[in-house]
């Protein structure tokens, strides 16, 4: 966003009344009112929603959220939790009401600016009043307190699982992927708002809380223990993660001294040590090949459930117990530099992440185990999209939001990239595009654009072909009819 300057010059430092010359005094209470009043007429109710083609109603408009600090306390066994979030944000017009995404807990007050407001809900839209206008430019604070037993999301771009808070016997664990965060606080439901967080979570004895960012605080109260995390990087609010359970934290030192921080079932722990003992070695390939680590920590989360996936939770990746196979782990490592760090513009961009991350945890077993089970693999991939006629990703359906087709046919897009434009240039075109965008959002026609941009090559009829068009593109190939090798 531009930010416009206007300067006003002024020929002398006062005004007078011409008769007398006496000086025309301004009372400032009539000036306030003046404006109190045109900030008023001029004030609207910020949008319900932020038009996102699959999911027009999640995100709100009319401001930006810089900071939420959520303090819970937690009954783990009982999954009963009470608590406040305050959100810290900035109005984009003069607001005389406001929306917020939650869903299903009990609320029991609301404040905007320490003051009590008006609060209505329509199934997961908050609407406030506050008794006054926000002005536009203006920060302003909100605190929602709520208590109550979660309800895990039923998300129709996720229809064969839950998402959201969810609890098992074992603790609760948290996979907000796309919008299940709304089910546990109230918050922008969208990836074009981020923020940093605070999380100051209390639990009885002998659980513990892991949490995006660094463990700055534990307090102890005797029979609970309050933990503070500190996420001090912009991050997506379905990539928040606050998971419960008797882990036992392991940490590690990765490159740059940065902090790698494990939370394993005390009853795997070693043997999961040996899974993600790679990570570091995977931190300093992808940060030589992309761009230097873009978080302050980083560290697995790994369930006791027996859940088959994982989710790219900022900073603190979560896994399913059965999911800790080398090629997830740097699938989910990826996914810090792209879908993290590089957030997509519109849940329609999926493949960024999806098919970005498909792509890189193959270019860690091209780096860790040749050239020759990178290209079988490719090729195996390729007989895939061809076989089951995947579809083009550049434009998921929702109800088939996370099919194969964003991830296979996604890292072939990126791989045909490769073939076409050689080594040099597409290594180039990746590091333009997460330098350029890191920390914000990118769409499909933010990559194009760089990628034309670097390589210098008109390359519309490419990802026309790849990411939109229903026919199958042929594999880039030799005049001898072998898979051409990158350049």
């Not at 209470?29 to 404006?35: L, Y």
């Not at 699982?161 to 664990?173: D, N, Q, R, V």
């Not at 795997?268 to 070695?281: C, E, I, M, N, T």
């Not at 997509?344 to 961009?349: G, L, M, N, P, Q």
Request: aromatic share 12%; charged share 15%; glycine share 8%.
């Amino acid at each position: 966003m531009q930010k416009m300057r206007y300067w006003l010059l002024f020929a002398g430092l006062g005004l007078f009344w011409l008769a007398g010359c006496q000086p025309l005094i301004v009372d400032s209470r009539v000036t306030q009112a003046a404006t109190t009043t045109l900030a008023a007429a001029e004030a609207v109710a910020g949008a319900p929603g932020l038009g996102d083609p699959l999911y027009p109603k999640l995100g709100n408009g009319g401001y930006d959220v810089t900071h939420y600090t959520i303090t819970l306390t937690v009954d783990v066994q009982q999954n009963i939790i009470s608590g406040t979030t305050t959100i810290a944000a900035q109005a984009l017009e003069n607001l005389r009401a406001f929306n917020l995404d939650f869903a299903g807990l009990t609320i029991t007050s609301a404040e905007v600016n320490g003051a009590p407001t008006d609060v209505s809900r329509a199934g997961s839209e908050l609407t406030l009043t506050p008794g006054t206008i926000l002005p536009v430019k203006q920060p302003f604070t909100t605190t929602i307190a709520y208590h109550g037993s979660p309800t895990p999301w039923r998300d129709p771009g996720v229809p064969f699982e839950e998402i959201g808070w969810l609890a098992y016997p074992s603790g609760t664990y948290v996979l907000s992927e796309p919008s299940g965060a709304m089910s546990w606080f109230p918050l922008n439901n969208h990836p074009l708002d981020k923020a940093t967080y605070t999380f100051a979570i209390t639990v009885a004895k002998p659980y513990v809380v892991a949490a995006n960012g660094l463990l700055t605080d534990q307090i102890d109260h005797g029979a609970t223990m309050t933990y503070v995390w500190e996420s001090h990087h912009p991050m997506a609010g379905y990539l928040a993660t606050v998971d419960i359970a008797k882990f036992e934290m392991m940490t590690d030192t990765g490159p740059n001294g940065l902090p790698i921080i494990n939370f394993f079932p005390a009853n795997r722990s070693r043997l999961l040590a040996r899974d993600f003992a790679p990570v570091p070695a995977m931190i300093a390939y992808y940060s030589e090949l992309i761009g230097p680590y873009p978080f302050e920590a980083y560290g697995a989360i790994v369930m006791s459930e027996p859940f088959g996936g994982a989710l790219e939770t900022q900073t603190r990746s979560t896994f399913g117990r059965s999911a800790t196979l080398e090629f997830i782990i740097a699938h989910e490592l990826s996914h810090q530099w792209f879908g993290d760090s590089v957030s997509v513009a519109s849940w329609e961009d999926l493949w960024l992440n999806e098919g970005f991350a498909t792509y890189f945890h193959n270019l860690w077993t091209e780096h860790t185990k040749g050239a020759a089970l990178f290209n079988a693999t490719m090729r195996g991939m390729y007989t895939t999209i061809k076989v089951r006629h995947l579809p083009p990703p550049g434009k998921p359906t929702l109800d088939d939001l996370f099919g194969n087709y964003v991830y296979v046919r996604g890292a072939w897009t990126l791989h045909a990239l490769r073939l076409t434009v050689g080594d040099e240039r597409f290594f180039t075109i990746i590091r333009t595009y997460y330098d350029r965008y890191k920390g914000g959002n990118a769409s499909t026609a933010d990559f194009i654009a760089v990628a034309e941009e670097v390589s210098g090559e008109d390359l519309g009829d490419f990802f026309q072909a790849w990411l939109y068009g229903a026919e199958i593109p042929p594999m880039p190939v030799t005049p001898s009819g072998t898979m051409l090798k990158p350049k």
